[in-house]
């Protein structure tokens, strides 16, 4: 059991809340599956800063991005900020 206020060790050896580079989110792709929505959207927070819910983010991309928006569900748009942004997953 730990003490309270100690630091939690990893295994990997990774420091814990070590920033994950895109690479490792987008290695989905590199087999042949589709980035799930939530990745597509933490890639969006942490490239453009955003903040809030998921439909909130991608709404904040597109605007950012000046994306239009209309008639498109956010999956679409968020693929489409993050090709905007030169991420390919």
Do not use: H, W
Not at 80 to 87: D, N, T, Y
């Amino acid at each position: 059991m730990r003490s309270v206020g100690t630091l939690a060790t990893s295994p990997a050896g990774l420091v814990m809340g070590e920033r994950i580079p895109a690479s490792v989110a987008e290695g989905k792709a590199a087999q042949g599956e589709p980035p799930r929505f939530f990745e597509v959207v933490e890639v969006l927070k942490r490239e453009l800063c955003l903040s809030g819910t998921m439909k909130d983010v991608v709404e904040q991309a597109a605007e950012a991005l000046g994306l239009d928006t209309k008639e498109k569900n956010l999956y679409s748009i968020a693929e489409e900020c993050a090709q905007k942004l030169g991420i390919r997953f």
